[in-house]
């Protein structure tokens, strides 16, 4: 471990400590989140997300930034990404309880306000299961798109607000590997699982632990990246 390693570590300690020492920054955070909660989520996302990218972009280069990486475009998009992932979560976990209560689970929406069950486990994971399915793969690949926009256009906010070359970089996608790995290895293996999780904390809860599972990921990632080298 190098001193850069340090200094990031104790900087996350110190940032992170007070939610865990102080019941008043902790109820401030709550209070944030209820009053502005799409707010929050882009601050979330676009501070975790990109540390996440971050911390795999060490593991595979050995370096936290370089040149063209271009940390603030990719934290500006995690922020708007991270936006429509708290629109998704409210939508699919209100959505689908009440589809499963058209199809004779009648339990199913209260079920999710109530302690920790095997039914509360299957509605959530039948909610992580829709949203990972329908939303995850559009979300991935236009995640994509926009971190390639951001390397062809040598990582600069100037450069993320030029025109999207939207057909040209899908059509150079490399399709075999977004749907061979990320859409039929992680979605089921990774996010089905994790998001079962998350459907089942409480709600002012949901999209940190969201936007930690994206550190998690990158990390995971960078490390299979290394070992497949």
Same mark, same amino acid.
């Given at each position: 471990?190098? #001193?850069?390693?340090?200094?990031?570590?104790?900087?996350?300690?110190?940032?992170?400590?007070?939610?865990?020492?102080?019941?008043?920054?902790?109820e401030?955070?709550?209070?944030?989140?209820?009053?502005?909660?799409?707010?929050?989520?882009?601050?979330?996302? &676009?501070?975790l997300s990109?540390?996440?990218?971050? @911390?795999?972009? /060490?593991?595979?280069?050995?370096?936290?930034?370089?040149? =063209?990486?271009?940390?603030?475009?990719?934290?500006?998009v995690?922020?708007?990404?991270?936006?429509?992932?708290?629109?998704?979560?409210t @939508?699919?976990?209100?959505?689908?309880p009440?589809?499963?209560?058209?199809?004779?689970?009648?339990?199913?929406?209260?079920?999710?306000?109530?302690?920790?069950? *095997?039914?509360?486990?299957?509605?959530?994971?039948? @909610?992580?299961?829709?949203?990972?399915?329908?939303?995850?793969p559009?979300?991935?690949?236009?995640?994509?798109?926009?971190? #390639?926009?951001?390397?062809?256009?040598?990582?600069?906010? /100037?450069?993320?607000?030029?025109?999207?070359?939207?057909?040209?970089?899908l059509?150079?996608?490399? *399709?075999? /590997?977004q749907? =061979?790995?990320?859409?039929?290895?992680?979605?089921?293996?990774? *996010?089905?699982p994790?998001?079962?999780?998350?459907?089942?904390?409480?709600?002012?809860?949901?999209?940190?632990?969201?936007?930690?599972?994206?550190?998690?990921?990158? @990390?995971?990632?960078?490390? &299979?990246?290394?070992?497949?080298?």
């Amino acid at each position: 471990m190098k #001193t850069k390693d340090i200094l990031i570590i104790t900087c996350a300690v110190i940032v992170l400590l007070p939610f865990f020492i102080s019941s008043t920054v902790y109820e401030l955070y709550k209070e944030l989140n209820a009053e502005h909660g799409m707010i929050m989520s882009f601050l979330k996302f &676009a501070i975790l997300s990109t540390f996440g990218e971050c @911390i795999g972009l /060490r593991i595979t280069s050995g370096v936290y930034n370089k040149k =063209g990486f271009g940390i603030l475009p990719r934290a500006l998009v995690w922020g708007v990404l991270g936006m429509a992932i708290s629109m998704a979560m409210t @939508i699919f976990s209100n959505g689908v309880p009440a589809f499963l209560k058209s199809l004779g689970m009648e339990n199913a929406v209260n079920v999710m306000s109530e302690s920790l069950s *095997w039914q509360k486990v299957f509605v959530a994971f039948c @909610i992580s299961v829709a949203m990972n399915s329908i939303f995850a793969p559009v979300f991935m690949t236009f995640h994509r798109v926009t971190d #390639t926009h951001i390397l062809l256009t040598g990582g600069t906010l /100037r450069g993320l607000f030029t025109p999207l070359k939207m057909g040209e970089i899908l059509a150079n996608l490399d *399709w075999k /590997r977004q749907w =061979g790995f990320v859409f039929k290895k992680t979605i089921p293996l990774f *996010w089905y699982p994790a998001h079962t999780i998350t459907f089942l904390l409480p709600g002012n809860m949901r999209v940190l632990f969201a936007a930690l599972l994206g550190v998690v990921l990158g @990390i995971l990632l960078a490390i &299979a990246a290394n070992h497949k080298k």
